[in-house]
């Protein structure tokens, strides 16, 4: 990203991930086991130099003796085909996810009015990342963070984003957020229930609840807080949506179409394209057709679909994000 984390972090993402990314990737020449234990002990100096105190590391990395194999083995056989976006579509945008999406929304309602009235946000952004990215609590990943940080740094293969991952990890720790033990995430290190990645930790976490801890696992308003933090951040402006699904006019040139070839409402008007309800002329949309033509249309808004594909940088991702987000919210 990035800064939450790259493309690779999880699985959904993966398969997301456009053609053009996956091109065939560099294996690092396998390392003995043994020296894991010094290299954990490089870290151990360097964290000890930016700060981080000895206890936080006795706990951080207790335990850990060895490279997580299993951690190793994902990272490799990362998925190299790419989902149409139909296929990815009937993927990830399920009945059951929706239902679970609008329970979460009638039960949270108060306090998702709230946090979207402090950060300027629509409820749909919020629910559709909360949904995609843990199935609204349901899919954290189960692995020891710092174990699965500390085997893909030492791997080498992106060791020194992975390196500073781990470094950025102990500063949570160290900042009494979460226990180590409870610091659980996905084999490559993305946590809790918005999967953020360390960095992205340190940058848009929020303390909502004010309970003088961060808790992206457990506590729903802190949760919800750091995601609206974070698209507010990356230029969320209000009322506009993300993208909204539109009929093409006939004649329609699908080389006009594409993220960055954006132009005002009234451009696009002229060109036969209504977007549904009232939309200022001069705000800035592109057509996005995620199949290309003949297949489904969207008319993306900035800079709110730019501050979704910051989150994950995928079309794929942006627009099953607004519509479940839309089927959850009622929108």
């Not at 456009?18 to 954990?40: E, G």
């Not at 056989?77 to 399920?94: D, G, H, M, N």
């Not at 990645?197 to 992206?216: E, K, Q």
């Not at 933090?229 to 993208?243: D, E, F, Q, V």
Request: glycine letters at 10%; hydrophobic letters at 45%; charged letters at 20%.
């Amino acid at each position: 990203m990035l800064h939450r984390r790259t493309l690779l972090a999880t699985p959904l993402a993966a398969l997301a991930a456009p053609a053009a990314a996956q091109a065939p990737r560099p294996q690092p020449v396998a390392k003995p086991d043994s020296s894991f234990l010094p290299y954990i002990e490089g870290v151990k100096a360097e964290a000890l130099k930016a700060g981080i105190r000895q206890a936080t590391l006795d706990s951080a990395f207790r335990g850990i003796r060895s490279p997580n194999a299993k951690v190793i083995e994902l990272d490799r056989r990362q998925p190299e085909f790419t989902l149409t976006w139909a296929q990815y579509r009937q993927k990830v945008i399920s009945d059951a996810r929706i239902a679970r999406g609008r329970e979460n929304f009638t039960r949270h309602r108060a306090l998702i009015d709230q946090i979207c009235a402090r950060y300027r946000l629509h409820p749909s952004p919020l629910m559709g990342i909360w949904g995609l990215e843990s199935g609204y609590g349901q899919f954290t990943g189960g692995f020891n963070v710092i174990e699965s940080l500390a085997t893909l740094a030492w791997e080498g293969r992106r060791a020194a984003f992975f390196r500073a991952q781990l470094l950025n990890a102990l500063k949570i720790i160290n900042a009494g957020d979460i226990p180590a033990a409870r610091m659980s995430g996905s084999y490559a290190g993305a946590m809790g229930q918005p999967q953020f990645m360390p960095d992205s930790f340190l940058r848009f976490a929020v303390d909502w609840d004010g309970d003088g801890h961060r808790d992206l696992w457990n506590s729903t308003g802190d949760i919800l807080a750091s995601i609206a933090n974070y698209l507010a951040k990356s230029g969320w402006t209000p009322p506009l949506a993300s993208a909204q699904q539109l009929d093409l006019p006939r004649g329609f040139d699908p080389s006009l179409a594409g993220r960055d070839k954006r132009r005002p409402l009234a451009e696009w008007a002229r060109l036969g394209i209504r977007p549904r309800g009232a939309v200022p002329g001069e705000a800035q949309a592109a057509v996005i057709l995620p199949d290309g033509a003949g297949g489904e249309a969207f008319l993306a808004w900035h800079p709110n679909f730019a501050a979704i594909r910051r989150y994950n940088p995928s079309d794929y991702y942006a627009l099953a994000v607004g519509l479940i987000g839309d089927a959850v919210t009622g929108t």
